[in-house]
């Protein structure tokens, strides 16, 4: 699983990282996760995205967010 899949951009969502070619940010992913949905509503409620980049934001947070914890998702 690789994290070639989330850009930081200082033009897109103000830098915040997210899913390449998308508005999709790793927070709102990890928001809806953590707030119960499913992978199956976030791929029906955002076309755009697919499992590998739902994969990719997780494993960005693990690398990059001290406080992220898988458990807690």
């Known amino acids: 699983m690789e994290t070639n899949l989330i850009e930081i951009n200082p033009a897109v969502m103000m830098g915040k990282p997210v899913v390449i070619g998308t508005r999709i940010t790793v927070e ?3 928001e809806k996760l953590a707030a119960g949905e ?3 509503q976030i791929l029906d409620a955002h076309p755009r995205l697919t499992r590998q980049a739902i994969s990719a934001a997780l494993l960005y947070a693990v690398q990059n967010l001290p406080t992220f914890s898988p458990e807690a998702v």
């Open 28 to 30: 709102l992913i990890l």
């Open 38 to 40: 499913t992978i199956e």
